[in-house]
């Protein structure tokens, strides 16, 4: 079936530096933009970044442009989120999602999410 | 504070109807930008329940439907049963800001 699975969490100190994967399967994963979005606790849903089908295209909310970095390997399936100079404010359970688009151009929206993986950022 | 206003909280009896509201402005759904509802049970990752303003996942039971009109959205519940507790977040996509959430509306069923 389709899903998408995230690994990586954990707690970090402020200032460091953690990555972020997600493995896909049950989709032609080289033919879907791929999202990043966090729940910071007892919060609600914050967008982080998306990039291309085939990784040409990064686009990155204002809180973590310049400190994150979002990339691909199609040949693995795999998207990652490079998370540097963490700050307490990142702490958040962040999810993978594949992005669905159905008219060319069109943003489209988020389907299926995976089970989120935790970050803490503390001291 | 969120771009997409929507109520923190809506209530009903069981077999009773909800309607969750999501304003926005002129650079969202105001734009044309479509909008998409997403549930989420507790514990658990958000679920998409309705894209495109108005269309159901397959799955989706046609208790939950979805209307747009204007900078606004709504989503109707008919026929509240228990598990259908959970928080409802409306998102569309920003012409600045790129995709936007509501905060989240949490149903309870009395």
């Known amino acids: 079936q389709v899903q998408v699975v995230e690994s990586g969490g954990g707690v970090v100190q402020p200032g460091r530096s953690l990555r972020l994967s997600c493995a896909a399967s049950g989709f032609p994963f080289t033919t879907y933009p791929m999202h990043w979005v966090r729940q910071a606790p007892g919060k609600g849903l914050e967008w982080v970044a998306i990039?291309?089908?085939?990784?040409?295209?990064?686009y990155y909310a204002d809180s973590v442009k310049g400190r994150f970095s979002i990339s691909r390997d199609n040949s693995k399936n795999t998207l990652y989120l490079q998370m540097n100079s963490l700050r307490a404010e990142d702490t958040a359970i962040y999810y993978c999602?594949?992005?669905?688009?159905?008219?060319?151009?069109?943003?489209?929206?988020?389907?299926?999410w995976g089970q989120g993986t935790l970050v803490t950022v503390s001291s | 504070q969120s771009v997409l206003t929507q109520p923190p909280s809506v209530s009903g009896a069981p077999g009773q109807r909800v309607t969750i509201s999501c304003t926005g402005s002129?650079?969202?759904?105001?734009?044309?930008?479509?909008v998409q509802w997403y549930q989420q049970l507790p514990g658990t990752a958000p679920k998409v329940l309705i894209y495109?303003?108005?269309n159901r996942p397959s799955g989706v039971p046609d208790r939950f439907s979805g209307s747009k009109s204007g900078a606004s959205a709504s989503l109707a519940i008919t026929g509240l049963q228990a598990d259908d507790e959970a928080v409802y977040y409306c998102q569309s996509y920003d012409s600045s800001l790129r995709y936007v959430f509501g905060i989240g509306t949490k149903v309870t069923v009395l």
């Open positions: 990039i291309s089908y085939d990784g040409s295209n990064k």
């Open positions: 002129s650079s969202n759904i105001g734009a044309g930008y479509d």
């Open positions: 495109g303003n108005n």
């Open positions: 999602a594949r992005g669905v688009v159905v008219v060319a151009a069109a943003p489209g929206w988020f389907d299926p």
